[in-house]
């Protein structure tokens, strides 16, 4: 490959120190180098990456206290080894954002208000049976929760298609939870872009517009954006355009659509 096919990339000269600390260091330098073409974060071991209760994030939050000062060839090689396991953990999908995924919010409408009058008890027995519907028809579909946020959660899907038939088998699903006469309604949204990986969580403005377009939707209801509908089969699916959407955060030209299978 020539010098003008690389010239985005950073290049680093280093200079090698023949002393026994000096080789080690520049070790250190060379591996913290390896780790920007390795799957994965390469800044895995800031306290963003590893802040979860993960095994492989509390480990990296030990060893990424190791020789803080100076660069070490053990916390380069640890921080890199749990790079990669953490990529692989997650399905390898990439970690710089470049690579396009639907990302999925999900809540309860209502739950609140509910579980204030219902109790502790009852609300969580509530959740429970919600999880055991809808976990499995995400992950069926290909999906991968992200991380559960209360009375809903966020999940990732490598195609929109795969995404709004999970969702809707979820919707379906948790028809049959029953816990003191209250049956769940599920509202959710999606949204097609690049987010960026940070850890095993995603950040970025993709990220947003998806829980934005999710706030807007009503109990038992599907809104995406216009970056999932322009990549959904009009034959399986009826999509109904939002005349209004209006949401700090959001692009103001953002489209949003309905959509339930036909």
Same mark, same amino acid.
């Given at each position: 490959?020539?010098?003008?096919?690389?010239?985005?990339? !950073?290049?680093?000269? #280093?200079?090698?120190?023949?002393?026994?600390?000096?080789?080690?260091?520049?070790?250190?330098?060379?591996?913290?180098?390896?780790? *920007?073409?390795?799957?994965? &974060?390469?800044?895995?071991? &800031?306290?963003?990456?590893?802040?979860?209760?993960?095994?492989? $994030?509390?480990?990296?939050?030990?060893?990424?206290?190791?020789?803080? &000062?100076?660069?070490?060839?053990? @916390? !380069?090689?640890?921080?890199?080894?749990? $790079?990669?396991?953490?990529?692989?953990?997650?399905?390898?999908?990439?970690?710089?954002? !470049?690579?396009?995924?639907?990302? #999925?919010?999900?809540?309860?409408?209502?739950?609140?208000?509910?579980?204030?009058?219902?109790?502790?008890? %009852?609300?969580?027995?509530?959740?429970?049976?919600?999880?055991?519907? #809808?976990?499995?028809?995400?992950?069926?579909?290909?999906?991968? /929760?992200?991380? *559960?946020?209360?009375?809903?959660?966020?999940?990732?899907?490598? !195609?929109?298609? %795969?995404?709004?038939?999970? /969702?809707?088998?979820?919707?379906?699903?948790?028809?049959?939870?029953? #816990?003191?006469?209250?049956?769940?309604?599920? *509202?959710?949204?999606?949204?097609h872009g690049q987010?960026?990986r940070v850890g095993?969580?995603?950040?970025?403005? &993709? /990220?947003?517009?998806?829980?934005?377009? %999710? $706030?807007?939707?009503?109990?038992?209801?599907?809104?995406?954006?216009?970056?999932?509908?322009?990549?959904?089969?009009?034959? @399986?699916?009826?999509?109904?355009?939002?005349?209004?959407? @209006?949401?700090?955060?959001?692009?103001?030209?953002?489209?949003?659509?309905?959509?339930?299978? @036909?």
């Amino acid at each position: 490959m020539s010098a003008g096919d690389r010239e985005d990339d !950073e290049v680093e000269i #280093v200079e090698i120190d023949p002393s026994p600390a000096g080789r080690l260091e520049t070790l250190a330098k060379l591996a913290r180098g390896a780790r *920007r073409i390795l799957p994965g &974060d390469s800044d895995f071991g &800031d306290p963003m990456s590893t802040g979860g209760d993960q095994a492989s $994030q509390v480990l990296g939050r030990r060893i990424a206290e190791i020789s803080t &000062d100076r660069p070490s060839i053990l @916390r !380069e090689l640890g921080l890199g080894t749990l $790079q990669v396991y953490e990529a692989l953990a997650s399905g390898g999908w990439d970690e710089r954002g !470049e690579t396009e995924m639907t990302i #999925v919010f999900t809540d309860l409408v209502r739950f609140s208000d509910w579980a204030l009058e219902a109790g502790d008890t %009852a609300a969580t027995e509530l959740l429970r049976q919600v999880d055991r519907q #809808v976990t499995p028809a995400l992950t069926d579909r290909g999906g991968r /929760v992200v991380k *559960r946020l209360g009375d809903g959660l966020m999940a990732t899907f490598l !195609e929109p298609e %795969a995404a709004v038939d999970a /969702v809707l088998d979820a919707q379906e699903a948790i028809a049959a939870v029953d #816990v003191l006469g209250e049956r769940p309604l599920m *509202r959710a949204g999606a949204h097609h872009g690049q987010p960026r990986r940070v850890g095993r969580d995603y950040l970025g403005v &993709d /990220v947003n517009i998806a829980a934005r377009v %999710a $706030q807007a939707a009503k109990g038992d209801e599907l809104l995406v954006s216009g970056s999932v509908r322009d990549r959904l089969d009009e034959d @399986r699916f009826k999509i109904k355009r939002k005349l209004r959407f @209006r949401a700090k955060g959001a692009p103001k030209d953002l489209e949003v659509y309905s959509v339930a299978r @036909r």
